[in-house]
């Protein structure tokens, strides 16, 4: 029987990283962080701790590349949304991708946000690569500004309001707190009412309050 460690050599060193993280993320979401051990992940995958430790170094290792891969890929879903000549619908849209990827990628998604492994501290490296993750939510807030329809403004401040309010709402509703026939509503409605809290919409002549 051919083990995922073998499955992924025969890719190349990349699938083998990827089989790895795939392992150990699916072993942290479903077993809690005493699950993630080197020697279970190893025979979880088929092959022997001498390569997780030639990969990853260790254990801090292994969770920092976790956490640098929970990012990769919610940037890569932060890129994948279509562009809009319309600024707002653009940074909606984003949001929305935010709240699919972490409902699909809990256990990264808890990992980088979340207290998934108790005592856990991103390195350096690790920190770098989490800055970059909302560089498009900056960017979309920033042309909703140069565009009129928002008020002027610290764009990358405002962002992180929006992530907030995000990370609020999905967090919720992946503890269960926000049942799935309603959560797609109240998120819709939460960030419709935050892009009016900085909507220029209110400012226009003879509008009257």
Do not use: N
């Amino acid at each position: 029987m051919i083990t995922p460690y073998q499955d992924a050599q025969r890719v190349g060193q990349e699938a083998v990283r990827t089989t790895i993280l795939d392992s150990a993320i699916g072993l942290l979401a479903a077993e809690g962080q005493a699950a993630l051990t080197m020697r279970r992940i190893a025979t979880e995958i088929g092959s022997s701790t001498k390569v997780l430790y030639t990969m990853f170094g260790g254990k801090q290792g292994l969770v920092d590349a976790l956490h640098q891969e929970g990012f990769a890929r919610l940037r890569a879903a932060q890129r994948r949304v279509s562009g809009s000549d319309d600024a707002l619908t653009y940074l909606r849209d984003l949001g929305t991708a935010y709240r699919s990827h972490a409902l699909a990628e809990p256990g990264y998604y808890c990992l980088m946000f979340g207290q998934a492994v108790p005592g856990y501290r991103p390195s350096a490296e690790a920190l770098a690569s989490a800055e970059t993750a909302f560089d498009a939510s900056v960017a979309a807030v920033e042309a909703c500004i140069e565009s009129g329809v928002f008020k002027p403004g610290d764009a990358g401040e405002i962002s992180k309001l929006f992530w907030a309010a995000a990370h609020g709402a999905v967090s919720l509703e992946i503890a269960g707190h926000f049942p799935p026939d309603v959560a797609a509503r109240r998120f819709e409605t939460l960030m419709a009412a935050l892009g009016h809290a900085f909507s220029t919409a209110d400012q226009q002549p003879g509008r009257t309050s």
